[in-house]
């Protein structure tokens, strides 16, 4: 099993950054890749960025490109995103991923999941 612990979330007001924080424990070794996705109030969970720890390959939403950075650093099992000029369309519950096979779009082929954290972006 992988556990994995999200933070950095919180309110921020329009054009803002944020660095959310994803830490993962357990059968880390079984991680190939990390996700990121959101899930804002009445609305279906949403693909953001993801990356492959190796060799390094990153994927970004078209909604985010541009505007967030995915990053890790494997010695630390830690996988972070980076959101710059955030808007209150982006208000969300943000959920860090960990999948056994690769990086995807598809919250289903994801394997292990934090329990969220909360960014609140004021107008």
């Known amino acids: 099993q992988v556990q994995l612990v999200e933070s950095g979330g919180g309110l921020v007001q329009a054009g803002d950054s944020l660095r959310l924080s994803c830490t993962a424990s357990g059968r880390t070794l079984s991680i190939y890749a990390m996700g990121w996705f959101r899930q804002a109030p009445g609305k279906e969970r949403e693909f953001l960025a993801s990356m492959h720890w190796n060799p390094t390959y990153t994927d970004y939403a078209d909604s985010m490109k541009g505007r967030c950075t995915i990053s890790g650093d494997n010695t630390k099992n830690t996988v972070y995103l980076q959101m710059n000029s955030l808007k209150p369309e982006d208000m969300a519950v943000y959920y860090c991923?960990?999948?056994?096979?690769?990086?995807?779009?598809?919250?289903?082929?994801?394997?292990?999941w934090g329990q969220g954290t909360q960014v609140t972006v004021s107008a």
């Open positions: 991923a960990a999948s056994q096979y690769g990086t995807s779009r598809h919250s289903s082929l994801y394997d292990f």
